[in-house]
């Protein structure tokens, strides 16, 4: 059974508008972990950066920002300016002093739901965290495609969500979310004709939750460079 059909948008907006704009309420009463995540996100946008053909570091795109916890511990420290997307009004009006002495990096905040949102910039980094299970699958592909349009030349698309361990959906009543499999993941992100240039699995979390998977995605039809050993290893195999 696909689970995501029976997502109501309307029921998601309600539960959020109960929650209050702390760091526990955005991760559910879970922030304890909020540490351990940003160290993983660091690292893994570290290598990002790393990379021959990696992005720059002028423009980021916080999705499903809440009051703004990635924007300031994660996004701010690396890059120029950011963009943020979220449909809580409560939330938007709080990042500001959430992020504090930075807000001015905090470039347009956009007020609208994922599957309604349309970039109007080009972003090196796209960072979409805990907001994906609020998408049915067809909207998910098509935010996902929207997204891809929307990266610079070197830019990424970064997944980061928790995947059952059941190979199967899960659903989730109080918030009409779902959370996915890996295999969905790599069902939705063939539709929407992205790469996974890199896949990392979150550590230092508790046991008891789900587990968590990073994603770094780009165009189907982006020619990756290779690693200069490789290159060097090509050029002297076609030389004998």
Not at 27 to 40: K, V, W
Request: charged residues 25%; hydrophobic residues 40%; glycine residues 6%.
């Amino acid at each position: 059974m696909n689970h995501s059909t029976s997502i109501n948008y309307e029921l998601s907006l309600k539960y959020w508008a109960e929650i209050p704009p702390t760091v526990d309420g955005v991760l559910g009463g879970f922030g304890f972990i909020s540490n351990a995540d940003i160290e993983g996100s660091k690292l893994f946008l570290k290598s990002l950066f790393a990379l021959d053909n990696g992005p720059a570091p002028n423009l980021a795109l916080d999705c499903g920002a809440g009051i703004g916890r990635i924007t300031k511990y994660l996004l701010i420290p690396n890059f120029e300016k950011v963009d943020v997307i979220e449909p809580d009004e409560k939330f938007l009006n709080a990042i500001a002093d959430f992020v504090g002495d930075n807000k001015s990096k905090v470039e347009t905040l956009y007020k609208v739901s994922l599957q309604e949102f349309t970039p109007e910039k080009k972003y090196d980094v796209v960072w979409n965290q805990w907001v994906l299970g609020y998408l049915t699958d067809e909207d998910l592909v098509l935010y996902l495609i929207r997204c891809r349009d929307a990266l610079t030349e070197n830019g990424v698309l970064v997944v980061k969500e928790n995947v059952t361990s059941s190979g199967a959906t899960e659903k989730d009543e109080a918030d009409s979310s779902v959370t996915r499999s890996l295999r969905d993941y790599m069902r939705i992100f063939k539709k929407a004709n992205l790469k996974r240039i890199k896949q990392c699995k979150q550590t230092n979390f508790p046991s008891g939750i789900y587990p968590v998977y990073m994603f770094a995605l780009v165009p189907n039809t982006r020619v990756l460079e290779l690693p200069y050993t490789t290159r060097l290893r090509s050029t002297h195999n076609n030389a004998k």
